[in-house]
């Protein structure tokens, strides 16, 4: 993983062979401290490990896929929950045919080359575990 | 439908069960007053309502699916027509065996949970219907 | 291509009727001389010629459909290289049928109206050509 910051606030970083997406970036807001922050990306993966959250069941599913991908859209955020950093990051990929697959991005998926902006943002978003829902949710003061 | 300021022009918007997703966005910017907007975020969703635009018969066609899927990408931005506000959405969509779905949102689309993240911008974003389009598209003052 | 400049450092553009996106892309970048920039979409296309990225062979291949097809997602960033400037693009795109495709966006695709936002970013992003993995890719200073 390669780097350079453009501002105070924002990074430009290059996943390369075989880092793992979602490890590469976790560490990367915890060496620089980005509490809040967004992502977002485009490039190529080798493998990908893919999970979709049934809100019923209450339960991930997981399924591996092992082929080059583009990376269409690598989007999400940065939050913190107790000591821990959470990106929080869903792809869309491209197959060979232009044909499409995508969900929620989790540990295990090897970048081809992945360019993605880190973008500090000011003030704090926290995350806590949703017992109904069952996931950890951005905690937030207002409601309209 | 809850929220943190993060700054004088940037929203942590977190859509809640059930919340309609384009009319708490479309409510959203007009309590905060975003007459020139970006909207990203990332989620999922149990209810959607998919609009695709034919540029030839300048007619849309509309597709509902109820079924729990992952928000891989919300994209859009936010301007205004005479008195109203225009959040202009589209969403790739991840399904449990990880195919994708995606279009133009449209209201009557139910979250299960959305983060989404409104950016104020600044100047002002206005449309217009375009009569040999059929859409409202942005009015923008020069050309190259 | 139509626009507005929003601030100093973001302009909204609206690509017309059979505007070739990319090479309009890449001309708006060389005349507002945005050599870093980030670049975010939403819109229509009629034609679109996309690219899969082959890290065994080193080799692209394309593809051209010609269908209006909904742009779920256009994202991607500007660079320069020598004395050129390189808007990476990739799309996800919405068919008639709401499944979608997507890849890497190349010169030959056409507009219907797509709605781009170009942010210039701080600092500067170059890129050269890597021999091992056969692409351009962004060339920063520091490595985790």
Redesign the interface.
Known sequence: ???????SD?W???LE?GDDILVSLR??VE?KGVR?G?L???G?L?KVR???????TRKY?W?V?EE?M????L???VSTKDAGYIP?????L???D???????LDDGSQA??V?V?VRR???K?VKAHDQK?G?N??Q?????
Not at 50 to 56: A, I, N, R, V
């Open positions: 993983m390669i780097y350079s910051q453009l501002s924002l430009a970083v290059r062979d560490r990367f060496v809040a967004l977002e990306g485009i190529s080798r893919l999970g979709y959250y049934d809100f019923e599913s399924q896929f080059d583009e990376i269409l859209n989007s999400g955020n929080h990051v869903h792809v869309a491209g197959r060979k232009f044909s499409v697959l995508g969900g929620h081809n080359m360019e902006f943002l000011p003030g978003l829902i996931l949710v951005l937030l003061s207002d409601r309209i």
